[in-house]
Structure formats: structure tokens, C-alpha cells
């Protein structure tokens, strides 16, 4: 059983830049695939970006060129680094960790994520 906790949200201004953190209780963090999730309110939750255990990097259109994940195996940690970020990334942002994929095609998909942190809340304001 994997535990995931999440930490760095907050308010910020649009243009503005902000940092999240993932900490990961397992002892197999580096054969897992991360990834970061967000939900705004009465919205489905929608795919952010992962990095896989062979480093492999998967981002939404929406966030190429501004977010950036990065992992960090001897820390058991996962980065999110948001950068330029627009009134649209208000949302709850959530940390989700996977040991198997139905297909390496599938990484943006929730349900093939196992293991998820409680969410930390991300504010722009305009």
C-alpha cells in the first residue's frame, strides 16, 4: 500500500508561478508511475501530466510549455513545477501512483491509477 501526501498549494497571482510536492510512503517509489491530476469544482477530474518509472514524460496540451514534472527516486518524491499559470488551473490539485498500466497508452486515464494523495488546493487569482 502506497500512502501519498501532498504539500505547496496556495494562492497566486495569474503570470505567477508555484510549486507542489508529492511524498510517497512506498519502498518501491522508483518502479512506480506518477502523476499529477486536478478537479476544479463541478468539473470531472482531468489529467495533468505523469512520468513514468522509465522517466517517460506524458503532459496535457493544456499545461505544455507552462507545468514540468519532475521525480526524485532517492527522496521518494514527485515535483510539480506550474509556471505562467492562468485563472483555468484554479482547481484541486491531486498526487496518483500506479505499479501497472492495461497499456502504456492509458497513462492519463484516473482509473489506472492505484494510490492517491488528499489533494491540495491551487488558487489564481486574476
Known amino acids: 500500500q502506497v500512502q501519498l501526501v501532498e504539500s505547496g498549494g496556495g494562492l497566486v497571482q495569474a503570470g505567477g508561478s508555484l510549486r507542489l510536492s508529492c511524498l510517497a510512503s512506498g519502498r518501491a517509489f522508483s518502479t512506480y508511475a506518477m502523476g499529477w491530476f486536478r478537479q476544479a469544482p463541478g468539473k470531472e477530474r482531468e489529467f495533468v501530466t505523469s512520468?513514468?518509472?522509465?522517466?517517460?514524460?506524458y503532459n496535457a496540451d493544456s499545461v505544455k510549455g507552462r507545468f514540468t514534472i519532475s521525480r526524485d527516486n532517492a527522496k521518494n518524491m514527485v515535483n510539480l513545477q506550474m509556471n505562467s499559470l492562468k485563472s483555468e488551473d484554479t482547481a484541486v490539485y491531486y498526487c496518483?501512483?500506479?505499479?501497472?498500466?492495461?497499456?502504456?497508452?492509458?497513462?492519463?486515464?484516473?482509473?489506472?491509477?492505484?494510490?492517491w494523495g488528499q489533494g491540495t488546493q491551487v488558487t489564481v487569482s486574476s
Open positions: 512520468i513514468l518509472s522509465d522517466s517517460s514524460i
Open positions: 496518483a501512483a500506479t505499479k501497472f498500466f492495461s497499456s502504456r497508452t492509458t497513462v492519463s486515464s484516473a482509473g489506472e491509477y492505484a494510490y
